[in-house]
């Protein structure tokens, strides 16, 4: 990048910082992702580094915050206040613990660390003891005065035990728990200037500058301590290091970050950092994280290391691994699935999130085109979730060029040149011979029947080589086909023979999970694979041939609980359909054969219950769950029926609940709410989470 462009790209992403930094701070809202802002503020850093004579003072990585909103009283602070450098990697504090021995000339460095609590930054002064004032960071030197909110914080004391003078910083806070209750307040009421929040860090920063403290008395604010300031405690009782600070205010009653650790060597704090880098561990607490704080353990070192105009010398944050990034779209293909739904994927510079290079991510449909206003050459924000694949959130306007393209969505299948399907709002090539849909039906038929040595690659091998057609052919495939594919050798050939022959007995719920029908997953699957058991005693039907005789109805279907009429036609025309009883009669042919695993007839705890699983779980996975309750007899449901008996809500159950909750209101129907501690008991499933560990110091 020449300097001209670096001018222009550092320009606009100041521009960017300096209006998300106002948002974030003043406002108390998010216009970007807090990741996303750290990423942009990563890349303004480097490019002034790389081109120092773009370098400005007023530039968002040379100030503390961003200038105050003029609502409260302005205070200034006894002691300047810092920002943290932030890490993303461990080598990125490799590269922190080198300089700190470089410049002390010492290899041997103690860390603390602690959970970065996602808040606002508070200093407090007490005086004799008793608390007198309350000041934001501001700029880091001159801060509002948020005394009358602070003083409602549930576990601050307003006098200490000693009568002592003390500056003291920390952070506020609104734990999980209290922020959905009091957004679900916010949005439940009548009054139009009441706002619910986006998370618990700008609900916390929108009570803190609550004129009413009345008001701040209902959310429950809550603070952890963390850094001394100008004090007159006598020399035999100031703390040398944290470890000896936080002794100290436990003696004052004052609250600190519990998960506390000090390490003798930084590969341990980048263990530290790892274990709470997992999703699930980060889950635990009962407040918002969203890094780990390394500090130098000792005070005295601190002292030696000073600070940066911006930024604490001994210390550093480590942010997660994000799960929300930003990249460059660089073009958009477009992907016909097993059901002939086309999606536009995007093409991206390659970006490392959450633990893995991401260069493509799905853009869903025409209608998200046009609402994200994404466009070719945009940089664009994706989210990782899970093992989905990632999608395209939305541009950064602010960063186009100009020279950004409208995506254009194409009219006939990019596969078979037949016209697309515009009438639903997912595009569809409507063509049953499609070769791109039969590829990717194919690919979905080996995963859901877990196929060892039977992946994409291998199956685009055997489509090239005319070696298959349908899933049937696989059954056909010999040593001498094998022999043919690249990197095939005995071993390999003899795995993969194997495997498909120790699948010539299927459950049926696979079968019709795995031949790609639209509407019919898994859930779906096993509800039709419980109907045929019930209805034609199962082990009576040994071949897939035997179930094509059978006469069938859209209204025998969709009496199915959990099965609406969509479904149920979708279930019936691909049983109808003559291709499908040539594979099942070819099924039949080449020796497959149901198999009816025994099912226990006798003490099942939820025989004819009917049950719902929604949101996510710390014990089981929802597939661990589903088994539990079907080995019991239970069925499980897809979707929200009068026949429900039982919902089993994890975390974030969404919609399913609420409709529930309303139908149990309203109608006179009543179905019952397990929390998560009611299906480990109901269930006899044993906790699989440890205690949580104890709140010692090492």
């Excluded at 209805?535 to 897939?544: D, M, R, V, Y």
């Excluded at 003559?578 to 226990?600: D, H, N």
Aim: glycine share 6%; net charge positive.
């Amino acid at each position: 990048m020449n300097i001209n462009n670096a001018k222009k790209r550092i320009e606009k992403l100041r521009i960017e910082l300096w209006d998300a930094n106002k948002a974030y701070f003043n406002e108390n809202r998010e216009i970007i992702p807090e990741s996303i802002r750290d990423q942009l503020k990563k890349e303004l850093i480097e490019l002034e580094n790389q081109f120092p004579e773009l370098l400005d003072a007023n530039s968002p990585t040379q100030k503390v915050g961003v200038p105050l909103s003029g609502k409260l009283p302005k205070v200034n602070h006894k002691t300047q206040k810092f920002s943290l450098a932030d890490a993303f990697s461990a080598e990125e504090l490799r590269e922190f613990d080198e300089r700190v021995k470089r410049f002390l000339k010492t290899e041997k460095i103690e860390y603390s660390c602690e959970l970065k609590i996602d808040g606002l930054n508070l200093t407090l002064w007490y005086e004799k003891g008793i608390l007198v004032r309350a000041i934001s960071r501001g700029n880091g030197i001159t801060g509002e005065d948020v005394t009358h909110t602070i003083k409602t914080c549930e576990n601050l004391p307003l006098q200490l035990p000693d009568p002592i003078d003390l500056e003291i910083s920390g952070e506020v806070f609104i734990t999980k728990k209290d922020f959905q209750t009091i957004n679900k307040s916010l949005s439940n009421s009548s009054d139009t200037l009441s706002e619910s929040f986006a998370n618990p860090r700008n609900l916390a920063a929108g009570t803190v500058r609550q004129l009413d403290p009345f008001i701040a008395s209902g959310r429950h604010l809550r603070i952890f301590l963390y850094e001394l300031g100008k004090n007159n405690l006598s020399d035999d009782k100031i703390p040398k290091n944290q470890k000896e600070f936080f002794h100290f205010l436990e003696t004052q009653n004052l609250p600190h970050e519990p998960d506390f650790r000090v390490f003798h060597n930084v590969e341990k704090v980048i263990k530290f950092c790892d274990q709470w880098s997992n999703p699930k561990k980060r889950e635990q607490p009962w407040y918002e994280i969203d890094g780990i704080v390394i500090k130098i353990h000792n005070f005295l070192l601190r002292k030696r290391l000073g600070h940066t105009a911006k930024t604490a010398k001994y210390a550093i944050a480590y942010k997660f691994p994000a799960e929300e990034k930003y990249t460059r779209l660089l073009d958009v293909h477009f992907q016909v699935g097993r059901t002939g739904a086309i999606t536009p994927v995007g093409i991206l510079e390659p970006v490392e999130i959450a633990g893995s290079t991401v260069a493509r991510a799905t853009l869903h449909n025409p209608e998200e085109i046009l609402r994200k206003r994404v466009k070719i050459g945009d940089q664009v924000i994706i989210r990782k979730a899970g093992d989905i694949i990632p999608e395209i959130l939305e541009p950064i306007e602010k960063l186009r060029e100009g020279t950004e393209k409208d995506i254009v969505f194409p009219k006939n299948c990019p596969e078979c040149e037949t016209p697309i399907d515009f009438s639903e709002i997912v595009p569809r090539c409507l063509n049953t011979e499609c070769s791109g849909a039969h590829r990717q039906r194919l690919f979905y038929f080996a995963d859901t029947l877990k196929i060892d040595g039977l992946g994409k690659k291998t199956i685009e091998y055997l489509l090239d080589l005319e070696l298959i057609h349908t899933p049937a052919d696989l059954w056909k495939l010999n040593q001498f086909d094998l022999a043919l594919l690249p990197n095939f050798k005995h071993k390999k050939i003899f795995n993969l023979l194997n495997s498909l022959e120790t699948k010539k007995r299927m459950e049926l719920w696979e079968i019709f999970a795995g031949l790609g029908i639209r509407m019919i997953g898994k859930e779906n699957a096993k509800i039709f694979a419980h109907y045929f058991r019930d209805k034609f005693h199962s082990p009576s039907i040994k071949s897939f041939n035997q179930i094509i005789k059978r006469n069938f109805s859209i209204e025998s279907f969709s009496n199915i609980d959990g099965i609406g009429k969509k479904v149920a036609e979708q279930f019936l025309n691909y049983l109808e359909k003559a291709s499908t009883k040539k594979l099942f009669g070819t099924f039949e042919t080449i020796g497959l054969e149901i198999y009816w695993p025994k099912i226990r007839t006798k003490n099942l705890k939820f025989l004819d219950k009917t049950f719902l699983i929604t949101g996510s779980f710390e014990n089981f996975s929802r597939d661990e769950l589903k088994k539990i309750i079907t080995d019991e007899g239970g069925k499980i449901l897809s979707a929200v029926s009068k026949n429900l008996s039982i919902l089993c809500a994890g975390n974030k159950p969404g919609s399913k609940l609420k409709k529930i909750e309303t139908f149990n209101e309203i109608l006179d129907i009543k179905i019952e709410i397990w929390n998560e501690s009611q299906i480990l008991k109901k269930c006899e499933i044993k906790s699989s989470t440890t205690s949580k560990t104890q709140n010692s110091l090492f």
